[in-house]
């Protein structure tokens, strides 16, 4: 008894200690510039919501967020990188379905685990859109339906990667249409999407947050969003629902995750400074016009949603709609 008594209060003390330190660490924090990594290249939606956010960030503590592209093995390298970081909050994750479910459930034998990333914050999503080579044929998803009916496994359908969440819509409209096309993974959004401007690719699915400037000069065009309602960023492009194909809504998400044993009070800390940065006018105005639905909120929102994801994979994994490798 009395040994079980010296074990619990020297158990007690540790405990008492370590809270402290984690309080003193995010009173402190952050100590010296902190490494955002972001598993994607430099150019597409990810890294420009990291950049954005980063800079807020930078300027409310006074160290600067780097952003560190680390694209790669459909967001595995990057999500490795941080897995396998010091849990001190200065290497943190653009969190976004890839790294943090998709490719982790996709291979038998992934680097690390989905619960070796700590959710910190829920910052937004995006519908995906089909965007195409002006020159393709169709310019609507129903046209799109008809061209590979006639011409089976002849559309090239590009993704940002296997495991992305370009992939996995691609999956779901296969599912909901049963399009024949046939899938070419890259290694990211934008060396894709320079594909369908020279023409060596005839669509993919994106988003308006990476497409922006691309639609906006007629490089792309748009042949559908895979989204309930029609977005305020593309007023006259029609929902793949009003084109006749039901159920394939997907969109493309986005968060910060942190490594898995980052102390909660460090957690909390960055969840509020994201929160704050979301809620500023010149934020919100650029993530609107870009086609972003701001979510924010607390810890428990974004892990509660990263959950909900696993399982609607897990769903569509069981079914054989995507194999894992």
Not at 28 to 56: E, M, T
Request: aromatic fraction near 6%.
């Amino acid at each position: 008894m009395r040994t079980a008594r010296l074990v619990s209060a020297l158990v007690a003390g540790w405990l008492v200690a370590a809270s402290g330190w984690a309080q003193d660490a995010a009173k402190n924090y952050p100590s010296r510039p902190v490494r955002w990594v972001v598993p994607f290249p430099p150019g597409a939606s990810n890294d420009i919501i990291a950049r954005l956010l980063g800079q807020k960030l930078t300027e409310a503590w006074g160290q600067q967020f780097v952003v560190d592209n680390r694209p790669g093995a459909g967001g595995l390298i990057g999500g490795d990188v941080v897995a396998k970081a010091s849990p001190d909050g200065h290497t943190l994750l653009l969190a976004n379905p890839a790294p943090n479910v998709n490719s982790v459930l996709l291979h038998k034998q992934p680097p690390y685990r989905i619960n070796d990333l700590a959710p910190v914050v829920w910052i937004g999503y995006a519908p995906l859109i089909i965007v195409a080579n002006p020159k393709f044929p169709p310019n609507s998803a129903k046209e799109l339906l008809a061209y590979a009916k006639a011409n089976p496994g002849k559309a090239n359908w590009a993704s940002s990667g296997i495991g992305s969440s370009l992939h996995i819509g691609l999956a779901v409209f296969q599912v909901a249409s049963g399009a024949n096309v046939t899938h070419v993974p890259y290694k990211g959004t934008a060396p894709a999407i320079a594909d369908i401007i020279g023409g060596n690719m005839h669509m993919m699915y994106t988003t308006s947050v990476s497409a922006d400037a691309h639609i906006k000069s007629g490089r792309v065009k748009v042949l559908g969003i895979a989204a309930k309602k029609r977005q305020a960023v593309l007023p006259n492009v029609a929902t793949l629902e009003e084109q006749g194909i039901k159920g394939a809504e997907a969109i493309v998400w986005f968060g910060m995750a942190a490594p898995a044993k980052t102390p909660r009070a460090l957690i909390s800390k960055l969840n509020r400074g994201v929160n704050e940065a979301l809620a500023a006018p010149d934020v919100r105005k650029r993530l609107d016009q870009l086609g972003l639905e701001i979510e924010g909120g607390t810890v428990e929102k974004f892990d509660a949603f990263i959950k909900s994801e696993a399982g609607r994979l897990s769903h569509l994994i069981k079914i054989g709609a995507v194999k894992s490798e």
